[in-house]
């Protein structure tokens, strides 16, 4: 799926159970609708509790394919301890330290039945 630039919560809905392996791939596009080389840059990937601004989870992202690809992969202790509603947001962050948030969903996290 490609994404347009900086729109707010233009990633589809996604839920799933605490613990869950989960992996997110983003086409990554820059202001002008291209794709945005990811060659030498820094691409994470950031989790916070929906109304917050704090990130409950940061992961390291890897590009993939296509230059402008990024893949984001939770292994299942990631979340295990999490549940409620999240808000989700790749970052892009160039050489030369200038950040990009080129889009954001929400994501629900079902608590794992013990």
């Known amino acids: 799926m490609s994404y347009p630039w900086n729109t707010v919560y233009d990633l589809p809905d996604f839920t799933f159970i605490a613990g869950t392996e989960q992996e997110f791939t ?3 596009l820059d202001s002008a609708s291209a794709a945005m080389s990811l060659t030498s840059c820094t691409c994470t990937w950031e989790l916070a509790y929906f109304g917050s601004a704090s990130s409950v989870l940061v992961k390291t992202a890897t590009t993939s394919g296509s230059s402008n690809v990024m ?3 939770l292994a299942s202790g990631d979340t295990t ?3 409620g509603r ?3 947001q790749p970052v892009v962050t160039t050489l030369a330290g200038k950040e990009y948030r080129p889009s954001q969903g929400l994501i629900t996290i079902a608590p794992r039945i013990a």
């Open 81 to 83: 301890g999490l549940s």
């Open 26 to 28: 983003f086409n990554i």
């Open 86 to 88: 999240f808000v989700h």
């Open 71 to 73: 893949v984001v992969t």
